[in-house]
């Protein structure tokens, strides 16, 4: 981690753990963490929103006026509201994805639960969604939180990925794997030359 990475980590660490104090005391965290959610949500969706938090050319009354109005749009928690104030203010709103990062893992940390980042080829069902975390739960020994998206890549099959540990039971991985262990086979039936 380089030392400016290390940095932004911290801060928003500061800012998740702030905003869950904040909305705890208020007995308002459920709401605030679908509002975060779903903020998070539209930040992937949206390269205009993603441009209006990045660009240096909208000042912070612009960026204020823009996403709190977005904001009550969407029917945020006003704690959620002002969180995304204080972050236009003090210029924070392009660390808005780290900070949802931190704010999940730790709400998880308090929570006893572990993220397990989950590919799939394809969108999951909730039946599905639902085996995979009792099926991890039950190996793991932690409660589990699911952070789905969809890489059309793995051809089929999913990477799940908890922690440090990877389980590749993707199409795309078996045929890598298959491929490696042809290639090898192959490399050691070639014959050796002979010297002369």
Do not use: C, W
Not at 13 to 24: Q, S
Not at 125 to 143: A, C, V, W, Y
Not at 169 to 182: A, T
């Amino acid at each position: 981690m380089t030392k400016s990475s290390s940095a932004a980590h911290v801060i928003a660490n500061r800012y998740a753990t702030a905003l869950i104090e904040t909305a705890e005391t208020a007995k308002a965290l459920d709401s605030v963490e679908k509002d975060m959610a779903q903020l998070a949500s539209m930040l992937a969706q949206s390269t205009d929103l993603t441009s209006l938090i990045a660009s240096p050319l909208y000042n912070r009354e612009q960026q204020t006026l823009a996403l709190q109005s977005l904001a009550k749009t969407a029917g945020f928690h006003q704690i959620t509201i002002n969180f995304i104030g204080v972050l236009a203010h003090n210029r924070r709103l392009s660390a808005l994805a780290v900070i949802f990062k931190a704010f999940t893992a730790e709400l998880s940390k308090r929570r006893g639960e572990v993220r397990a980042q989950v590919a799939s080829a394809f969108p999951l069902t909730p039946e599905q969604e639902r085996m995979l975390q009792d099926s991890l739960k039950k190996s793991l020994g932690f409660n589990v939180q699911l952070d789905l998206s969809v890489d059309r890549s793995l051809l089929g099959g999913m990477v799940v990925t908890v922690g440090s540990r990877m389980i590749d039971d993707s199409v795309k991985g078996k045929l890598e794997r298959l491929k490696h262990i042809m290639q090898t086979q192959s490399n050691q039936n070639a014959p050796t030359k002979e010297a002369v």
